[in-house]
Each structure stands twice: as structure tokens, then as C-alpha cells.
């Protein structure tokens, strides 16, 4: 198989399952290299909270998208995209096999699957949330069952209602 065809495996599934140590195991047997989809492990310094593996815990096994942001940046499913796509191509262009291993399903369906996320505009988001401070969640969830019913229907918090006007 050439090294570009080799398959991305991944490794999910809830809390306290067994997710790394099980990656870490199949990177070594497979010669690859782990990617993280846990969105709580990208930030630095949340290592205890979010059951980040320790180095020993890594075996040796390579580890990417672990601490690259700070707990002040927000994490976007858009760039994890990118940069998970990049290491997977990363680590075959080095003959290896990538192991994505994580918990948060919307961070490996932006891995794995075609996912088409539209960018962000600070600028439109920040007005929609100064809209959403001064007349409440009830005025913009009107304004999102009038453009997207659908969106409206399914959707349950402040910060997604805020991200579904802006696109």
C-alpha cells in the first residue's frame, strides 16, 4: 500500500474508555503516529481535567494537536480540520500509519468525513452577541427560526444559535 493510500484509524468513544492507552498501543503494533480529537487537550495546562496522556504514557509514540493552544484562544472546528489533514499527510509522507484518538465526535467527523465549515467574521459575531446581551437569547432565536427553522429546531444553546446567524 502506498504510503499515501494508508488509512487514517481511529480510535473514539466516550470518557474513561480506554481511547489512548488503546492508540498508543495500535500506533506502536501499526508504526503510527497519534492525532488528538479531544478539543479539551489542544490547550495547555488542562492536562489533569482532561486525562491527557503523559509522556510515559506516550510510549514514545509521536503525539499531535496536543497543547497548541492557549486557555485565552478559542478552539475552531475549521482549523482543526486543517491541521489535522496536515499531519495526517504529514505522517504518511513518512511511511507511517496516523491514529486519530479523541472523544469529541464533531473534531473526528471534521477529520474523516467532507465537511464544508464556513469561515468565522469576528466582526459579525461580535455584533450578534452584543444583540444576544441586550435583548436575550428569545430575540435571536426568533431571528434564526425566521432564516433557518431547522437550525432553530435542533438547537439548544446560546453560543450555537449565535454561531448559526453568522453563517
Request: proline share 5%; hydrophobic share 40%; aromatic share 2%.
Amino acid at each position: 500500500m502506498s504510503a499515501q493510500h494508508l488509512p487514517v484509524v481511529a480510535v473514539v468513544g466516550p470518557t474513561g474508555s480506554g481511547k489512548t492507552a488503546l492508540g498508543v498501543e495500535l500506533a506502536l503494533r501499526l508504526d503510527g503516529e497519534v492525532v488528538n480529537a479531544d478539543s479539551m487537550q489542544f490547550y495547555r495546562g488542562m492536562d489533569i481535567g482532561t486525562a491527557k496522556a503523559t509522556e510515559q504514557e506516550r510510549r514514545g509514540v509521536p503525539h499531535h494537536l496536543l497543547d497548541v493552544l492557549d486557555v485565552t484562544q478559542e478552539a475552531s472546528v475549521a482549523d482543526f480540520q486543517r491541521a489535522a489533514r496536515e499531519h495526517f499527510a504529514g505522517i504518511r509522507s513518512r511511511g507511517r500509519v496516523p491514529v486519530l484518538v479523541g472523544g469529541s465526535g464533531l473534531y473526528v467527523r471534521a477529520a474523516l468525513d467532507v465537511l464544508e465549515l464556513p469561515g468565522t467574521d469576528p466582526a459579525v459575531r461580535a455584533r450578534i452577541e452584543r444583540e444576544l446581551a441586550e435583548q436575550g437569547p428569545g430575540a435571536l432565536r426568533e431571528r434564526l427560526r425566521q432564516v433557518d427553522p431547522e437550525s432553530a429546531a435542533r438547537l439548544a444553546d446560546d453560543r450555537r444559535v449565535v454561531r448559526a446567524l453568522e453563517v
